[in-house]
């Protein structure tokens, strides 16, 4: 064998067993005759120590040429480390290894980074030898806890009934959603596959094929602009139920999040989970997805504006727009106005904004700053109240439309409570998001669009309104937030052909369109199709929340980059001639060029 046991689980009650270990050498430094050797691999490290005086004088030779990353067996003896010289920060810390037998089994070049150093490299640097960068015990630890996860929701799903079914990877294209990925066919040129966005149209047809209840980890594909907490390909958890309601399926989630915080971070998740509406979250929070790990909620204040001879308030209160604001409390001696023309630069350039009103409050409560003057006394008291003003804090205000306002004070407020460290990052806080609007109307498109996707079922109340009011209509979904991130999402679905024609009509889809498009479906639907709903959890974004890191590359083995490339291998990269002959496709070197 290669070895008798791993770096990680010797202790005390090991002394004087004779072990054979194998791993890479962490670190190897030579003590005036007595050389010790770091010795390390996925399940921890132990210190081997070898003397001058060894039986097998070879060994300590060949030990003074090792360098990082070398891969050795070791054999040898465990010892309990001298009195005074015991590591506390090394679970192996109050033994070493005696070492008998040193055989080097692979040499390593010089590594550009080492995995164990404090330092973490440049993220390009990581990604070009991620093979390195797999070997830092942090990513290790992320990628365990990933495989930890992924067995408890498997194993929860197979106590409630579940079956797990995997959906095809080669499917249709279809025009709602991301942009998809595409794959040319040999056999039928001139054909394309597409890459699935999600299993949503396989998994609704399985519950008209009577599975009743499914689950699948499953590999979903998107190209679409990257960010921190996205990926070209990515995992989701997917799940679907038949015979259920809105209320089956968040319960039957909320025991899933409970589970998982107790077996996966050994904390206890209270039940039932919060809900607020997506209405309520938008007016209080600014977003659909608020983080709830602190306050700053947002406060409207646009019925004081109207009463205002302030120009900035009063033109956008009689315009039909919003007044709201945050109060940053105890902050107004932190920002000097320098830092508050920062920050509505800041605004201006990732949101629009047209500019930032601030008030700052001073030791007898009264409404300071350049707008100040603009407003009488009392409607400033007004504006105090609404906000709850007290001495030395911060009122920021943004003014124009509903989303706009929204989006600022979403950004400052996130800004904010990061910067002044305003919540605990070991705080799990979860939040149902229900009552979604059905639909988006698209300035670009000149039409309406499905918020979630096309599938989904409107609330009983809301159907009536359909054609008459599209934007009346809420959704039967729901999406799970946890700490300002959307963890997962669904929906209940429509289940009888004839609402799912009108939502494809009301879409821009003529009956003709719908049935080249989703007609496999259409046709399921007329033969029984059950009441059914789903979600589908975004396992990568899970696991980064859970693990506590805030870049999403770092919970997948074999990220992509920003522009969706693979800098270890070199994908995407171009082909053969020959290959591209075989299936009738030819790049157009021109546009190539142009679109570069």
Partial sequence: ????????????????KVVTLAGWVDSARDHSGVFFVNLRDRYGKVQTVFYSTMADSSAFELVKT???EDVVQITGTVRLRPEGLVNPNMP???IEVEAEKLVILNRSEVVPFIPSAPEVPSEEMRLKYRFLDLRRPEMQRVLVLRHKMTKVMRDFFDEQGFVEVETPVLGKSTPEGARDYLVPSRVSQGSFYALPQSPQLYKQLLMIAGYDRYMQIARCFR??????????????LDIEMSFIEMEDILTMMSSLVQRLMKDVLGRELTLPIPRMTYDEAMERFGHDAPDLRFGMELKDVTDVAKETEFKVFRSTADSGGRVRGINVKNAADSFSRKDIDGLTSWCADQFGAKGLVWFKVDADGKLTGSSAKFLAESDLEKIAAKLEAEPNDLLLFSCGDFLLTCRVLNGLRRRLAAQLKLYDPNEMNFCWIVKFPMFDWSEEENRWVAMHHPFTAPLAEDLEFLESNPGRVRAQAYDLVLNGFEAGGGTIRIHDAETQNRVFALLGMTREE???????LLDALQFGAPPHGGIAFGLDRLVMLFAGVDNIRDCIAFPKTAKASDLMTG??????????????VKVDLKQVEKNS
């Fill in 223 to 236: 190209d679409e602009d990257l960010r921190a907490d996205r990926q070209p390909e990515f995992t989701q």
């Fill in 571 to 584: 994908a995407p990269s171009p082909v053969a001639e020959k290959q591209l002959a075989e299936l009738a």
């Fill in 66 to 68: 090792l360098r990082n």
């Fill in 1 to 16: 064998m290669f070895r008798t046991t791993t770096c990680g689980e010797l202790r005390g009650s090991d002394n004087g």
């Fill in 514 to 520: 719908a049935k080249g498009q989703f007609g496999f």
């Fill in 92 to 94: 192996t810390g109050e």
